[in-house]
């Protein structure tokens, strides 16, 4: 890591044979590995067939890309999702989702990130569901975040859709207790299944 001694710490990845240095950012627990579109223009253009484009109408395109190679110090993983996200800015992070698959440990001292792996980092599937949502605990509702570009448009859907329903299960009169539940216990068993119904 930088010796400098202050800030954000960065390590060097090299992703596909493009070397660029990655902020540690333990707060991102939405992707493993994120960065800004701009930054990767040419693994863009030289991975069009493992890159799916999520975004809305009129809006810049956000991306999913399955990356070859990804080289950090002496770990190397295989065919591992790299997100391109316009909202990060200039930044680019590894996030918690990478970070849970190892003990990790920072010696400040010496400006050292040593990772211990604690299971194995089994490559990637390009595979997601046509729209990402989020929750919105404040209105007891969850919307429409992203989606995949071709989805959306073909479909009309616009940012900030609110889901009422999903499967037999009405959400629009949860109590806070009741919508915490939902989005924390029973919208993560309802993600692993292969399809559902949304209203």
């Not at 333990?26 to 799916?52: C, D, E, M, Y």
């Not at 970070?99 to 010496?110: A, H, I, M, P, R």
Request: hydrophobic residues 40%.
């Amino acid at each position: 890591m930088p010796s400098k001694g202050w800030g954000t710490e960065a390590v060097e990845v090299s992703i596909d044979g493009i070397a660029t240095k990655f902020e540690i950012d333990t707060g991102n627990g939405r992707s493993k590995i994120v960065a800004h579109p701009s930054q990767f223009k040419r693994l863009l253009k030289i991975n069009k067939k493992s890159t799916v484009p999520y975004g809305f109408a009129k809006a810049p395109a956000d991306y999913r890309i399955l990356t070859k190679k990804i080289e950090m110090g002496n770990l190397e993983l295989l065919g591992q999702e790299l997100d391109l996200l316009n909202d990060v800015g200039q930044h680019q992070l590894l996030g918690n989702r990478f970070f849970e698959n190892f003990l990790v440990t920072l010696d400040w001292k010496n400006h050292f990130l040593y990772l211990e792996e604690k299971r194995a980092i089994a490559p990637n599937e390009l595979i997601d569901f046509e729209l990402r949502f989020a929750p919105d605990f404040q209105n007891h509702n969850i919307t429409v975040l992203n989606g995949v570009k071709a989805f959306v448009k073909k479909n009309k859907i616009e940012k900030g859709a609110v889901l009422i329903k999903v499967n037999d299960t009405d959400l629009s009169e949860f109590s806070d207790e009741e919508f915490c539940h939902f989005w924390n216990t029973n919208w993560k068993e309802i993600l692993k299944n292969d399809r559902y119904l949304l209203n």
